[in-house]
């Protein structure tokens, strides 16, 4: 009897001590995510030269984000994108995508897809489909990134037609 409640004790102490070693992960992760250099939340964009000077002519191309465990969705506030760069004739819609963490700690990688519809054409014919590929580093203290991107624009057919490639700088809205 007395070497049952010892082997009972004994499982137990084992068992609460691998509960307690392998949460330490969790909270670790759980941890990192509250320093506040996540990316999941809502973002204000301003797209940039590869170098992050401002674009030329005074153009002000924004991006409203938002990141959730899901996913990311933006709405653009610019022009759709031809071969000879901004067209009025073509209206961006908002992108859908998806997003995962780099090794490195604040670096993600993004993935967006959008539509681009021909105004000149009845009934807004879909004209290309714009792909977004993002390397983000979010600053230390979580309100703010930068990023260097590539669009690969394609004909609904999946033609590539033409390749861009920008920086952004990012803030987080709070």
């Known amino acids: ?13 084992g068992v609460l001590a691998s509960v307690l070693v ?7 992760a759980m941890n990192d995510d509250n320093e506040g250099n996540r990316l999941a939340g809502s973002w204000d964009i301003r797209i940039t030269q590869p170098d992050y000077s401002p674009l030329p002519f005074g153009l002000d191309f ?9 996913g990311v969705i933006d709405a653009y506030a610019f022009p759709g ?15 859908h995508g998806s997003w995962k963490r ?20 009845f009934p807004f014919v879909l004209n290309s489909i714009g792909t977004v590929t993002e390397e983000i580093t979010v600053s230390q203290d979580g309100d703010s ?17 033409f390749t861009n490639t920008g920086g952004t700088k990012a803030t987080r809205i709070k």
């Open 22 to 28: 392998s949460g330490s992960p969790v909270r670790a």
């Open 81 to 95: 994108f031809g071969p000879a760069g901004p067209s009025p004739l073509l209206v961006s819609n908002s992108g």
């Open 145 to 161: 990134y930068t990023s260097q991107f590539v669009t690969q624009i394609h004909s609904p057919a999946g033609d590539l037609l």
């Open 102 to 121: 780099l090794p490195g700690g604040r670096r993600y990688s993004v993935t967006v897809k959008y539509f681009q519809m021909d105004q000149s054409a």
């Open 1 to 13: 009897m007395l070497m049952k409640r010892v082997l009972a004790k004994v499982a137990l102490a």
């Open 62 to 70: 924004r991006i409203l984000r938002t990141v959730t465990a899901e």
